[in-house]
Nanobody, 125 residues
Framework: QVQLVESGGGLVQAGGSLRLSCAAS????????MAWFRQAPGQEREFVAA????????YYADSVKGRFTISRDNAKNTVFLQMNSLKPEETAVYYC??????????????????WGQGTQVTVSS
């Protein structure tokens, strides 16, 4: 099991940027596939981006391609989500998640074992 703690959320105007961070515990961080999901009130949890350093692979939801970038620093057990050109409809709680190094079903939140507490991102119009 890995413990995850997100930070970096906040209020930003439309078109602005935010960088989320997710710090993980554990000594085998590089073996984990890491992902970001988001959930707006009354909506289902939505895949945003995933990175599988061990098996290779970086994936994005179509809605964020070209604007969001997922990256990780294995030496610091941290994964990041750089979000640019944010839109009001992207207001949500953003969650960091971890699972084993498989590239299958990377967008299915039910396949992730460990979750952070979430960080609120609010994009004003």
């Amino acid at each position: 099991q890995v413990q995850l703690v997100e930070s970096g959320g906040g209020l930003v105007q439309a078109g602005g940027s935010l960088r989320l961070s997710c710090a993980a515990s554990g000594r085998t961080f590089s073996n984990y596939a890491m992902a970001w999901f988001r959930q707006a009130p009354g909506q289902e949890r939505e895949f945003v981006a995933a990175n599988n350093w061990y098996a290779g692979g970086t994936y994005y939801a179509d809605s964020v391609k070209g604007r969001f970038t997922i990256s990780r620093d294995n030496a610091k057990n941290t994964v990041f989500l750089q979000m640019n050109s944010l839109k009001p409809e992207e207001t949500a709680v953003y969650y960091c998640a971890a699972r084993g190094p498989s590239n299958s079903n990377y967008g299915d939140w039910r396949t992730y074992k460990d979750w952070g507490q979430g960080t609120q991102v609010t994009v004003s119009s």
